[in-house]
């Protein structure tokens, strides 16, 4: 890869704000483009387990040191040179309370990042008012603003242009835990016999985002359920959820042909499509009331179902739906599982939006045909770390003026590391290059994204990948489905004679041009990046790709 060209400020940023622990301070509009030139290449330093001791920068008086840290469910942007990152409220100890919602980062360079304010500190007083006549709508009565316990969860960031401006628009999901019978807020020994409160999408747009400055545009959508007045629950053990479509994770995307749309939806019956408008960002259609007496009545108005992981489940482990487009297919990047740490990553596609969304095999995910693949990211441990768990709630994002496509997520420590109760809920943003490789060895034409075992450290290009430089010892890693579990290295191998030995056996070969090494009968995308674990740091060369019946893919990086 090319050495990175990144961008420095003329102006100092950031100190004043950076060190103090007054929400008010000011924030410089630093949104002019900062000059282009050329910095040496460095390798990170920074721990991961940033609540070490003597090493703790958790704390909000910190944050002008997180860097990545304290990232959950992240979404990136580029807008006037840099690029911004925003995601769901979550910090390791909640530091993060009481400082405003959906705070952001941004990079020059996709590695080095700085903390900066979000689009607003209190709930948008639209929330409230659309709950409450809904629920008046509902014969229910309405709960006292004050009593409304929300939840800040997982925008998506898009730059776009709206009469002939570039401009930053971000929907956002408000989350309500009240139960819908009595208004009450859900705790432990409250159960109303009701589920809980419908969530909602809003969005607000900037052309200053490094100044927080941020104008809310309200209500573009809600949970919406297929079962009418019907919200009662049998108990807190029934998971056969009384919304259809959950109205949060939202993503956005700009059709070739200029059309716009956002899909959203977690669990319950399936991600949503649903066609807005391009000037205003607000549905095209009427949506009507947020229930309905059937499905196809519900779906007519708030979204077309263009995937589920199971057809017949109201509770199926699937949520956080990530579309982009490419070479004329639309993929669309899933979380599977529980967030804290199996939590995992797959892909799938289709050459229409709405779908059929079909994995590697050709199962079909808009029906819901069952578990899909390949595997883009999952649980692993290489050797000499702790490893890596919780890693999905992707976005996915090209970089600027390249052809090269980003991966970004949260990765989360595993439990009780160095006798911390709470490592788990230290979370690591994790961005990664993607690399396309063939689905068999006899379809070199038909190419999956596949997330790089190694995290981005922007290594410059050194050159071409030789044959020779291959030949060694190497950590392989089968990933593979594994509920709960990290995947963990073994020794392989690459010998002179084309043979291997340790984790794999057969043979190996290699394409210098296309960079595309092959083992057995699988072939995998080879690049450069930093061994992470080793001390210190280094550059090494990685691989990862799949073959389309092996239902699992392969990660790897050389050792010696």
Not at 12 to 31: E, M, R
Not at 140 to 166: C, E, H, M, T
Request: hydrophobic share 30%.
């Amino acid at each position: 890869m090319k050495s990175k060209l990144i961008y420095i400020l003329i102006l100092i940023i950031f100190i004043a704000y950076a060190c103090s622990d007054d929400i008010s301070d000011p924030v410089p509009n630093t949104n002019t483009k900062p000059e282009l030139v050329e910095m040496p290449f460095a390798i990170p330093t920074y721990n991961d387990d940033y609540t070490s001791t003597g090493d703790d920068i958790s704390s909000w008086s910190n944050r002008g040191q997180w860097n990545l840290a304290n990232v959950h469910d992240p979404s990136v942007a580029y807008y006037n040179g840099y690029y911004y990152m925003y995601g769901t409220d979550a910090s390791y100890g909640n530091e993060h309370e009481g400082h405003g919602h959906f705070q952001g980062k941004r990079s020059l360079d996709l590695v080095n990042w700085e903390w900066i304010g979000g689009p607003f500190y209190e709930a948008p007083t639209w929330v409230a008012d659309s709950l409450n006549a809904i629920r008046s709508r509902m014969g229910l009565d309405v709960i006292a603003k004050d009593n409304i316990s929300y939840g800040y969860w997982a925008p998506v960031v898009r730059r776009v242009n709206v009469g002939g401006q570039d401009i930053l628009r971000m929907y956002y999901s408000i989350v309500i835990d009240n139960y819908i019978e009595t208004g009450a807020v859900n705790t432990s020994d409250n159960f109303d016999g009701s589920w809980t409160e419908r969530s909602f999408i809003g969005m607000c747009e900037s052309t200053d985002p490094a100044g927080a400055n941020w104008e809310d545009k309200g209500y573009v959508t809600c949970s919406s359920s297929d079962r009418g007045l019907d919200y009662s629950r049998s108990s807190t053990s029934d998971w056969s959820a009384y919304f259809y479509y959950n109205a949060i994770d939202p993503t956005y995307i700009v059709t070739p042909e200029g059309n716009h749309y956002l899909t959203y939806g977690s669990w319950h019956s399936g991600f949503a499509l649903l066609q807005v408008d391009e000037t205003t960002g607000k549905p095209l259609n009427t949506l009507g009331e947020p229930y309905a007496n059937s499905a196809s009545e519900l779906t007519a108005r708030y979204g077309v179902r263009i995937g589920t992981r199971t057809a017949s489940s109201r509770w199926q482990g699937s949520e956080a739906p990530e579309i982009i487009y490419k070479d004329g297919y639309y993929y669309l990047f899933m979380a599977y599982d529980g967030l804290d740490v199996p939590y995992n990553t797959r892909v799938v596609r289709s050459e229409n939006i709405e779908g059929p969304y079909l994995d590697i095999t050709g199962r079909n995910f808009t029906d819901g045909s069952g578990d899909c693949y390949p595997i883009v990211t999952h649980p692993y441990k290489f050797n000499l770390s702790d490893g890596w768990v919780g890693i999905a709630h992707c976005c996915i994002f090209q970089e600027e003026d390249t052809n090269e496509w980003f991966y970004i997520s949260q990765g989360r420590l595993p439990a009780n590391l160095n006798g911390n109760t709470y490592s788990n809920s230290i979370m690591m943003g994790h961005v990664r290059r993607i690399v396309w490789c063939p689905a068999s060895a006899s379809e070199p034409d038909n190419l999956w994204p596949i997330a790089l075992p190694e995290r981005y450290a922007a290594v410059p290009d050194y050159g071409t990948i030789t044959k020779d430089s291959l030949i060694g010892t190497w950590e392989h890693i089968n990933l593979e489905y594994s509920h709960a579990q990290q995947n963990t290295a073994s020794s392989l191998s690459l010998n002179t004679d084309g043979t291997m030995s340790g984790a794999l056996t057969g043979d190996w070969s290699y394409d210098a041009t296309k960079k595309q090494l092959t083992l057995g009968n699988v072939i995998v995308c080879v690049e450069r990046e930093v061994d992470w674990e080793a001390s210190p740091r280094h550059v090494t060369f990685v691989y990862a790709g799949t073959e389309k019946n092996l239902n699992a893919t392969y990660w790897g990086k050389k050792t010696k």
